[in-house]
């Protein structure tokens, strides 16, 4: 199976030139690296087989003939998108290093993927109540929302989505969502998130998407007036290793997403925004110039230039900071409060987040003409989508970049610390904005933080107490949010359809990073990981591998790490300098989801085991220096 189970963003890091005598536990010789080697992402295929790749080309008309060119040399082309400067291919380390050598190739850098961030009175706190009482519904905008399609006959609409698409990547184990079962589709249709591929276990995977435009756009939305534009550009996911345990899930393939934010900004109707509720690598200021936003800020720019906004989550990591392509700076990151206008716990936050809006227990539509109860900030992001349709269709004549300056200085401010310097984002206010209410005075937020000292680690089993045999891989778990230091915000035991008939709510537990500060040792975490054998959770430290995969580079991209029994063998594993490098960068990776600060080291030491060129003395240490 040829599937890269990628749910991070990542950035082109220059080769390190490390070098030494190669020792008898990494027979491996150094390989040389050519000069064109460099427009190779590193790392890319560096443990062998092969990889699904975006080239990039130096112009459209190049598509054609590098792809020919590709096919003669055995490289797979999957994708050629009419009129762009891309391609996505399937090849080894050492084909598409032959491939970068044609000089109308600019570079070659993995097809990242991205997963859906984790998902009544939120209206009134906006003060949306007061802007729909007084004629403010969005009407004559549209709000598209990139996403998991749509449950196209809900209530919740009615008739108003004017525009559909999919743009769905395929590969081994990846199976397309569009209802044609190519890549692509246009038109009616196009984004039924009720199709056979939708459902897994009788579980509706879709259902993210109708759940996101009831928000921005359904009859209990913030705009109930406002057209939507509906576009899929999820995958199925038939993989374990890939969804963490779980038998299907969804991820978006860059390749698609490119393709879907070039429709949409292509489309002759007014749009106030796209929404993204989706996203990756985390990133702790603006990504503009790295390889990820250098590729993302031209779209959401060129969408800008047409009056849309691009509005995105922020992400539910309780980090600070936002994750791609979030962090672009001309997109709106949008974090998540709850309905006492308190930051939710697993917001992300910061300077890099420009508006919070509710994100907790928001009730939306869900395929089956049924309404769920979610929370996360994929819930956070539509809320604004709409208010930018309301501003739209309310001041058609005003640039959006206007509009969203006004929503960010008519927001209540939320003023709280990062890292011991202090922060002001709004809080989404529609009263303010659009009615003339007077804004809302400042409120101080005490969110969790992250402890800062280093306490002795928890309680435990010994380290000579950890057992010794390998286990089975655990079976399939429902991730749950990991303890923290705050109260647990409850969720009401039923919603209510569009019917007035009782539902049992959707259960959707955030998951989010800890907040303890202690660090355990790697035999400490492989006794937590073994089947119940730890104090945690296994729910939770399923939930931390899933961060982990989000934020590293190496898993489980190249060191698979994505269930407990892996990760397992992989804390247990000292026979050669990579194993000892891995165990060390898991167990750095463990203490950082359950609480502690920084990623620095952990960056630095995964170039070093991303290079093709590290020899075993740069690998220990790399190793030891990430302790």
Not at 470 to 486: A, F, I
Request: glycine fraction near 8%.
């Amino acid at each position: 199976m040829r599937l890269r189970p990628l749910i991070v963003s990542t950035i082109v890091l220059a080769l390190l030139p490390l070098s030494g005598p190669a020792y008898a536990e990494d027979p491996t010789p150094t390989p040389s690296v050519s000069p064109s080697e460099t427009k190779v992402e590193e790392g890319l295929g560096v443990d062998g087989g092969a990889v699904r790749a975006i080239v990039e080309l130096t112009d459209p008309a190049q598509n054609a003939p590098v792809a020919a060119q590709a096919t003669t040399e055995s490289v797979d082309v999957l994708l050629q998108p009419p009129s762009q400067p891309f391609m996505v291919v399937e090849g080894t380390a050492e084909e598409l290093a032959r491939l970068s050598e044609d000089p109308r190739v600019t570079s070659i850098h993995r097809d990242r993927t991205y997963s859906p961030v984790d998902v009544g009175p939120n209206l009134k706190l906006i003060g949306a109540d007061q802007a729909q009482a007084k004629g403010y519904t969005g009407a004559g905008q549209a709000v598209a929302v990139l996403d998991t399609g749509i449950d196209e006959d809900h209530p919740w609409f009615q008739n108003r989505i004017v525009a559909e698409a999919c743009f769905s990547a395929v590969e081994d184990g990846v199976q397309s969502l569009c209802p044609n079962g190519q890549t692509s589709q246009i038109g009616t249709g196009a984004a039924n998130a009720t199709t056979a591929k939708c459902l897994a276990d009788g579980v509706n995977l879709c259902e993210h998407g109708s759940h996101v435009a009831g928000i921005a756009a359904g009859t209990g939305g913030v705009a109930p007036g406002a057209n939507i534009v509906a576009v899929q550009v999820f995958s199925r996911v038939d993989d374990e290793d890939a969804c963490f345990g779980e038998s299907a899930c969804l991820l978006a393939y860059e390749s698609s997403l490119r393709q879907a934010m070039d429709y949409v900004t292509a489309l002759n109707q007014p749009i106030a925004a796209v929404n993204l509720s989706l996203g990756g690598e985390l990133s702790e200021t603006d990504c503009d110039t790295s390889e990820e936003g250098a590729i993302f800020k031209p779209k959401i720019d060129a969408l800008l230039a047409k009056g849309i906004a691009t509005v995105v989550a922020a992400g539910n990591e309780y980090f600070e900071g936002a994750s791609y392509p979030a962090c672009v700076s001309s997109a709106v990151a949008v974090g998540a409060n709850d309905n006492n206008d308190v930051i939710a716990p697993f917001s992300n936050r910061g300077a890099t987040v420009d508006l919070f809006a509710p994100g907790v227990d928001v009730e939306s539509s869900v395929p089956d003409n049924r309404t769920a109860v979610f929370s996360g900030t994929s819930m956070a992001s539509p809320h604004v989508a709409g208010a930018l349709a309301l501003m739209k269709a309310a001041s058609p004549g005003t640039p959006m970049t206007d509009l969203i300056n006004k929503l960010k200085s008519t927001g209540r401010p939320y003023v709280y610390d990062v890292n011991g310097t202090q922060v002001t984002t709004p809080r989404l206010d529609l009263a303010a904005a659009l009615t003339g209410a007077a804004p809302q005075p400042s409120v101080s937020q005490s969110p969790p933080t992250m402890p800062t000292d280093d306490p002795d680690p928890e309680p435990g089993p010994s380290d000579s107490s950890g057992p010794t045999p390998e286990p089975e891989d655990p079976g399939d778990q429902t991730p749950e949010q990991p303890s923290t230091s705050s109260t647990p915000v409850p969720l009401p035991t039923v919603t209510v359809t569009v019917t007035v008939t009782p539902t049992p709510k959707t259960t959707a537990q955030v998951c989010t990073r800890g907040t303890a500060a202690a660090k355990l040792t790697a035999a400490k975490w492989a006794v937590e990981i073994h089947r119940s054998s730890g104090t945690i959770p296994d729910a939770t430290l399923t939930c931390y591998l899933k961060l982990i995969g989000k934020s590293s580079k190496v898993f489980p991209e190249v060191t698979k790490a994505s269930s407990l029994g892996k990760a397992y063998r992989v804390l247990k594993n000292t026979k050669t300098s990579k194993a000892k490098l891995d165990r060390a960068l898991l167990t750095a990776w463990l203490n950082w989801a359950h609480g502690t600060n920084g990623t620095t080291k952990l960056t630095a030491a995964e170039k070093v085991r991303l290079s093709g060129k590290s020899s075993a003395t740069a690998l220990r240490k790399a190793a030891k220096n990430v302790k």
